[in-house]
């Protein structure tokens, strides 16, 4: 489609002549046109190319365009079919929308008449391509929720191509994922029938479509053989129709080559597929980067489990009671045990001897200033002199919890081995944290010097490392102003040598958006204990914060609404545990708010059956249901105090399945059991006045019975009376309606010849044969318009007419209405007058067609009366509450008043057959006070003979739901 065409249509009708005059006239309304002479053809085009709407004719040979319409459907769904009907019913023409056509058109064709038909077609288009981006926009955001839920590659490369399959309406797709040297490509999925085995594949990152877009991180969209020379596909498929190879790219890398193919069908890769392949790359890419960093971090952490027993120094890591929670196999053997027989043991008595802690030990000083101590210890039991470490470790919301004892031989390689402890303990804390992205802080002489942030902030914030490193205020700004505080705390508190807890603050992306994040700090300390700086781990937790104050709402809700209800509830958990109550509960059944308060189950049955009538039933019930705890159950209960509850239990289920405990609902239904108590009473005091009553009618049933005889035998006689006049109505509809057909058949040839001639397209006309031609153009019209009026009538008599309703500006449609007739009134010195005061913007629901067809005829028949210097006025004005009353004022001729009933009736005119003046068929009024009708509306006409007419009429504002007749 060119920038500037208003659509692709595609026209089918085996009057080729008829077919190229349409195409030529849709071109030069700026539709791009292929036209074609059988169904068989069209369906050959539609394979290859794509169109917006198929204007086909209904009657045609072979392929007619029902089968037409199916078999354009099948390959297109979205589509948009127009039917063209001239020698067919309009009963086929409904057949055909049945199976899916937009609408249909009548022939001969009125560019006035199409136009409006194929705008419409051409909107409903529109929407159904925007519902098809809507839908796949949906489907990428919920597979975005997916992708980021998890961290396993295997899932999110799978899930892309699932949804790529879907999305491209596609055959085969593969996705490529280079290999740690980056030298190859290796396939880590792939969809498709026999695809399988490809599976694991390796091709070299040198060769190949998949290899050139690795290499250059450009998207590659291919339709048909491959003649491209800056790439060769390794294995040449001429079964590949359309394709698309596309880069995925994070942070500058490439993550991963996503490859789509379509060999069934003809179809090609459209933009907007291309365009949503794009958004499933750019979201599975950082997804692809996070997984891979995750898998780097779980092996870091086993790498740092098996040297932290391969380390050859004794390691011990102790909580805030002295006790080993893990020591090293190194420690283990200086112990003389294992290291599992190590843990739980406390290190006073296993290392030092002693019956308790000694104050000089590094932990002791440790616990007292929380501050990492560094000792000289000469331990007898371990055989040496020892530099002995503790450094504290804290729990994720800052609670310290430990320390690290790490004792080095100063003897031997006392100072690399000092700094081995301090980079293995340092990458032990940051990887046990989980981490989005790390940032590093300088500090000399207590003052911040530098800052750099990890490539990764990118992800978490919008901004880049270079962004942060070119303004050094860019984080503190992006900070959530109410939040400042809290982060100028926490920094505080490192910069005075302490090690606060993380704090969780919101910052502003770079989008605008309000993101919240955890910071957690880790300082670093000197030989000598000063700081040297610190590292800093911001994780985003915005989904966790909305999944907390959704919980938050949702409870507050549900203590709401059960404080609220009129009915006692109580929540008993699967130990048989009170767990939730209202206040209805403690004060329908009087027990003191304490007991319940208790959560003792048994205690509020005990004061329950105190209460109850039939306690024996009323306890054996309660154990039956907590014995079967799948059951539900309703009952009545009652108080020895008169009162009825209604007594209904559910119990609870879990969604796997697992039984949580047991729902009690009680209702207070006291005045509503007395109610039906009095009830009965009146209903047998009614019984008994009704026996009496049945007596005295039955000596009257006799007279009615012969009566009914009589009334049953006038109602067959009327009723047969009825279908006969039925039967006469159908059969006029349907002569009139096959009738009018019949002459379509022939004027479909004159009008649409004649115009041909007309326009010159077969050479040009003389100034009579132009004439002549107009005459015959003309007369087909004017018989063409009594025909769409006879069968506008028919279907409307026969029930057939269904209104198109929808809203439009009312003021609008009756000025263009108006404009229809300027020229001919200017001719004949008739003033056209248009008053209302009615706003500019009002609108209305009604059918647009049918409602201008109403003011046509209305409008013609005015002007067509009033004589040459007369005024015509149409009126419009609120009518009542929701009502609007058009009107159509003449001072033309006027009617009799004894004439006026004879108006509406169909080929009913007022003048002499045999001394007619004016022309006309008798049909539009009574047309129009039908189509009126249709839209809830009536008609009123006001005339006085010789002075002019008014014709009323009122209609809703808003149509009600379904219409027609």
Same mark, same amino acid.
């Given at each position: 489609?060119?920038?500037?065409?208003?659509?692709?249509?595609?026209?089918?009708?085996?009057?080729?002549?008829?077919?190229?005059?349409?195409?030529?006239?849709?071109?030069?309304?700026? %539709?791009?046109?292929?036209?074609?002479?059988?169904?068989?053809?069209?369906?050959?085009?539609?394979?290859?190319?794509?169109?917006?709407?198929?204007?086909?004719?209904?009657?045609?040979?072979?392929?007619?365009?029902?089968?037409?319409?199916?078999?354009?459907?099948? &390959?297109?769904?979205?589509?948009?079919?127009?039917?063209?009907?001239?020698?067919?019913? $309009?009963?086929?023409?409904?057949?055909?929308?049945?199976?899916?056509?937009?609408?249909?058109?009548?022939?001969?064709?009125?560019?006035?008449?199409?136009?409006?038909?194929?705008?419409?077609?051409?909107?409903?288009?529109?929407?159904?391509?925007?519902?098809?981006?809507?839908?796949?926009?949906?489907?990428?955001?919920?597979?975005?929720?997916?992708?980021?839920?998890?961290?396993?590659?295997?899932?999110?490369?799978?899930?892309?191509?699932?949804?790529?399959?879907?999305?491209?309406?596609?055959?085969?797709?593969?996705?490529?994922?280079?290999?740690?040297?980056?030298?190859?490509?290796?396939?880590?999925?792939?969809?498709?029938?026999?695809?399988?085995?490809?599976?694991?594949?390796?091709?070299?990152?040198?060769?190949?479509?998949?290899?050139?877009?690795?290499?250059?991180?450009?998207?590659?969209?291919?339709?048909?053989?491959?003649?491209?020379?800056?790439?060769?596909?390794?294995?040449?498929?001429?079964?590949?129709?359309?394709?698309?190879?596309?880069?995925?790219?994070?942070?500058?890398?490439?993550?991963?080559?996503?490859?789509?193919?379509?060999?069934?069908?003809?179809?090609?890769?459209?933009?907007?597929?291309?365009?949503?392949?794009?958004?499933?790359?750019?979201?599975?890419?950082?997804?692809?980067?996070?997984?891979?960093?995750?898998?780097?971090?779980?092996?870091?952490?086993?790498?740092?489990?098996?040297?932290?027993?391969?380390?050859?120094?004794?390691?011990?890591?102790?909580?805030?009671?002295?006790?080993?929670?893990?020591?090293?196999?190194?420690?283990?053997?200086?112990?003389?045990?294992?290291?599992?027989?190590?843990?739980?043991?406390?290190? %006073?008595?296993?290392?030092?001897?002693?019956?308790?802690?000694?104050?000089?030990?590094?932990?002791?000083?440790?616990?007292?200033? @929380?501050?990492?101590?560094?000792?000289?210890?000469?331990?007898?039991?371990?055989?040496?002199?020892?530099?002995?470490?503790?450094?504290?470790?804290?729990?994720?919301?800052?609670?310290?919890?430990?320390?690290?004892?790490?004792?080095?031989?100063?003897?031997? @390689?006392?100072?690399?081995?000092?700094?081995?402890?301090?980079?293995?303990?340092?990458?032990?804390?940051?990887?046990?944290?989980?981490?989005?992205?790390?940032?590093?802080?300088?500090?000399?002489?207590?003052?911040? $010097?530098?800052?750099?942030?990890?490539?990764?902030?990118?992800?978490?914030?919008?901004?880049?490392?270079?962004? %942060?490193?070119?303004?050094?205020?860019?984080?503190?700004?992006?900070?959530?102003?109410?939040?400042?505080?809290?982060?100028?705390?926490?920094?505080?508190?490192?910069?005075?040598?302490?090690?606060?807890?993380?704090?969780?603050?919101?910052?502003?992306?770079?989008?605008?958006?309000?993101?919240?994040?955890?910071?957690?700090?880790?300082?670093?300390?000197?030989?000598?204990?000063?700081?040297?700086?610190?590292?800093?781990?911001?994780?985003?937790?915005?989904?966790?914060?909305?999944?907390?104050?959704?919980?938050?709402?949702?409870?507050?809700?549900?203590?709401?609404?059960?404080?609220?209800?009129?009915?006692?509830?109580? $929540?008993?958990?699967?130990?048989?545990?009170?767990?939730?109550?209202?206040?209805?509960?403690?004060?329908?059944?009087?027990?003191?708010?304490?007991?319940?308060?208790?959560?003792?189950?048994?205690?509020?049955?005990?004061?329950?059956?105190?209460?109850?009538?039939?306690?024996?039933?009323?306890?054996?019930?309660?154990?039956?249901?907590?014995?079967?705890?799948?059951?539900?159950?309703?009952?009545?209960?009652?108080?020895?105090?008169?009162?009825?509850?209604?007594?209904?239990?559910?119990?609870?289920?879990?969604?796997?399945?697992?039984?949580?405990?047991?729902?009690?609902?009680?209702?207070?239904?006291?005045?509503?059991?007395?109610?039906?108590?009095?009830?009965?009473?009146?209903?047998?005091?009614?019984?008994?006045?009704?026996?009496?009553?049945?007596?005295?009618?039955?000596?009257?049933?006799?007279?009615?019975?012969?009566?009914?005889?009589?009334?049953? &035998?006038?109602?067959?006689?009327?009723?047969?009376?009825?279908?006969?006049?039925?039967?006469?109505?159908?059969?006029?509809?349907?002569?009139?309606?096959?009738?009018?057909?019949?002459?379509?058949?022939?004027?479909?040839?004159?009008?649409?010849?004649?115009?041909?001639?007309?326009?010159?397209?077969?050479?040009?006309?003389?100034?009579?044969?132009?004439?002549?031609?107009?005459?015959?153009?003309?007369?087909?019209?004017?018989?063409?318009?009594?025909?769409?009026?006879?069968?506008?009538?028919?279907?409307?008599?026969?029930?057939?007419?269904?209104?198109?309703?929808?809203?439009?500006?009312? &003021?609008?449609?009756?000025?263009?209405?108006?404009?229809?007739?300027?020229?001919?009134?200017?001719?004949?010195?008739?003033?056209?007058?248009?008053?209302?005061?009615?706003?500019?913007?009002?609108?209305?629901?009604?059918?647009?067609?049918?409602?201008?067809?109403?003011?046509?005829?209305?409008?013609?028949?005015?002007?067509?009366?009033?004589?040459?210097?007369?005024?015509?006025?149409?009126?419009?004005?609120?009518?009542?509450?929701?009502?609007?009353?058009?009107?159509?004022?003449?001072?033309? &001729?006027?009617?009799?008043?004894?004439?006026?009933?004879?108006?509406?009736?169909?080929?009913?005119?007022?003048?002499?057959?045999?001394?007619?003046? %004016?022309?006309?068929?008798?049909?539009?009024?009574?047309?129009?006070?039908?189509?009126?009708?249709?839209?809830?509306?009536?008609?009123?006409?006001?005339?006085?003979?010789?002075?002019?007419?008014?014709?009323?009429?009122?209609?809703?504002?808003?149509?009600?739901?379904?219409?027609?007749?």
């Amino acid at each position: 489609m060119t920038m500037t065409s208003l659509g692709r249509l595609l026209i089918v009708d085996d009057e080729t002549e008829l077919m190229a005059a349409l195409c030529e006239v849709l071109k030069d309304q700026g %539709y791009e046109v292929e036209g074609y002479a059988s169904g068989k053809e069209a369906v050959d085009v539609l394979k290859d190319r794509s169109f917006d709407v198929l204007l086909t004719d209904l009657m045609m040979p072979g392929m007619d365009g029902i089968e037409l319409l199916k078999s354009a459907l099948e &390959i297109d769904s979205h589509l948009v079919g127009i039917v063209m009907t001239g020698q067919g019913t $309009v009963q086929t023409a409904v057949e055909a929308m049945k199976i899916g056509a937009f609408d249909y058109v009548l022939k001969p064709f009125k560019i006035g008449t199409i136009m409006p038909v194929l705008s419409r077609g051409m909107e409903v288009r529109r929407l159904r391509l925007e519902n098809i981006h809507l839908r796949e926009t949906v489907e990428i955001f919920n597979l975005s929720k997916v992708v980021a839920l998890t961290l396993d590659a295997n899932t999110i490369v799978s899930k892309i191509a699932e949804s790529a399959l879907q999305q491209c309406n596609a055959d085969e797709v593969s996705v490529m994922l280079p290999t740690d040297d980056g030298k190859e490509l290796y396939i880590a999925t792939i969809r498709g029938d026999n695809r399988e085995y490809f599976l694991g594949q390796r091709i070299s990152i040198e060769a190949g479509i998949a290899g050139w877009v690795a290499r250059s991180h450009e998207t590659v969209l291919l339709n048909g053989e491959v003649e491209d020379k800056r790439f060769g596909s390794l294995n040449p498929r001429p079964d590949i129709c359309s394709s698309v190879s596309m880069p995925m790219m994070a942070g500058g890398r490439l993550v991963g080559v996503l490859n789509v193919n379509v060999t069934k069908s003809r179809h090609q890769l459209n933009f907007g597929q291309v365009k949503a392949l794009s958004i499933l790359g750019g979201m599975a890419a950082p997804a692809l980067e996070n997984a891979w960093m995750y898998a780097q971090v779980r092996q870091a952490e086993n790498e740092w489990k098996r040297t932290f027993d391969a380390i050859i120094d004794p390691i011990m890591i102790l909580d805030t009671g002295h006790r080993i929670i893990k020591a090293n196999r190194a420690m283990a053997d200086k112990l003389g045990i294992e290291p599992s027989v190590a843990e739980g043991l406390t290190c %006073y008595k296993e290392v030092h001897g002693m019956e308790g802690p000694i104050p000089t030990c590094p932990l002791s000083l440790l616990l007292t200033d @929380r501050k990492t101590h560094t000792v000289e210890v000469y331990e007898e039991r371990m055989g040496g002199h020892f530099l002995v470490s503790t450094s504290p470790l804290y729990t994720p919301h800052g609670a310290l919890y430990g320390a690290v004892h790490y004792a080095k031989d100063i003897t031997r @390689r006392k100072l690399a081995e000092e700094t081995l402890a301090k980079s293995e303990e340092r990458f032990r804390r940051l990887v046990e944290s989980v981490i989005d992205y790390i940032y590093t802080v300088m500090v000399e002489n207590g003052r911040t $010097v530098a800052t750099t942030h990890s490539p990764a902030c990118a992800a978490v914030t919008g901004y880049t490392a270079e962004e %942060y490193d070119t303004d050094p205020d860019l984080w503190y700004r992006m900070v959530y102003e109410e939040d400042r505080g809290a982060v100028m705390e926490q920094s505080r508190h490192i910069l005075a040598g302490e090690i606060p807890p993380p704090v969780e603050h919101r910052i502003i992306h770079k989008d605008g958006s309000i993101r919240w994040v955890r910071n957690t700090s880790v300082p670093s300390f000197d030989n000598e204990g000063r700081l040297t700086g610190y590292d800093g781990m911001i994780t985003d937790i915005t989904e966790r914060k909305a999944a907390e104050f959704a919980l938050q709402f949702r409870n507050l809700l549900l203590a709401t609404q059960q404080e609220v209800s009129i009915d006692g509830i109580l $929540v008993v958990d699967g130990a048989s545990k009170i767990v939730s109550f209202n206040r209805r509960f403690v004060e329908m059944w009087g027990i003191p708010a304490h007991i319940v308060e208790s959560g003792d189950d048994g205690s509020v049955l005990q004061s329950e059956l105190g209460k109850v009538k039939d306690r024996k039933e009323f306890l054996r019930r309660i154990n039956y249901l907590y014995s079967h705890s799948d059951e539900k159950s309703m009952d009545e209960i009652t108080l020895l105090d008169g009162r009825t509850f209604d007594r209904y239990s559910s119990p609870m289920f879990g969604e796997d399945g697992k039984y949580y405990g047991r729902v009690w609902y009680f209702r207070d239904i006291t005045e509503r059991k007395q109610l039906e108590g009095k009830l009965r009473e009146h209903a047998e005091t009614l019984e008994g006045k009704v026996s009496e009553r049945t007596r005295q009618l039955e000596s009257t049933n006799a007279e009615l019975q012969l009566l009914n005889r009589e009334l049953e &035998i006038r109602k067959q006689e009327s009723d047969e009376a009825k279908l006969q006049a039925e039967e006469a109505t159908r059969a006029k509809s349907d002569f009139l309606a096959n009738m009018s057909h019949e002459l379509r058949t022939p004027l479909n040839s004159i009008i649409g010849f004649s115009e041909i001639l007309k326009k010159g397209m077969f050479g040009q006309l003389s100034e009579k044969q132009d004439e002549f031609v107009g005459y015959i153009i003309g007369s087909g019209k004017h018989l063409l318009n009594l025909i769409n009026d006879i069968l506008d009538l028919s279907k409307v008599e026969a029930g057939k007419v269904e209104l198109e309703v929808g809203a439009f500006n009312l &003021i609008e449609t009756l000025n263009a209405s108006l404009i229809m007739f300027r020229e001919k009134a200017m001719k004949h010195g008739i003033s056209l007058k248009f008053d209302t005061g009615l706003d500019t913007n009002t609108e209305i629901e009604a059918d647009e067609r049918r409602l201008k067809q109403i003011l046509f005829n209305l409008l013609s028949n005015a002007v067509k009366f009033t004589p040459d210097g007369g005024t015509v006025c149409l009126r419009a004005e609120k009518s009542g509450g929701e009502g609007i009353e058009i009107s159509v004022e003449d001072t033309g &001729i006027g009617i009799r008043e004894e004439d006026i009933t004879k108006l509406f009736k169909e080929f009913s005119q007022l003048e002499s057959a045999y001394d007619k003046k %004016y022309e006309g068929t008798g049909l539009g009024l009574a047309l129009t006070k039908r189509l009126i009708e249709l839209h809830g509306g009536r008609i009123r006409v006001d005339s006085e003979y010789g002075k002019g007419s008014k014709f009323s009429f009122v209609v809703p504002l808003r149509q009600g739901d379904g219409h027609g007749a």
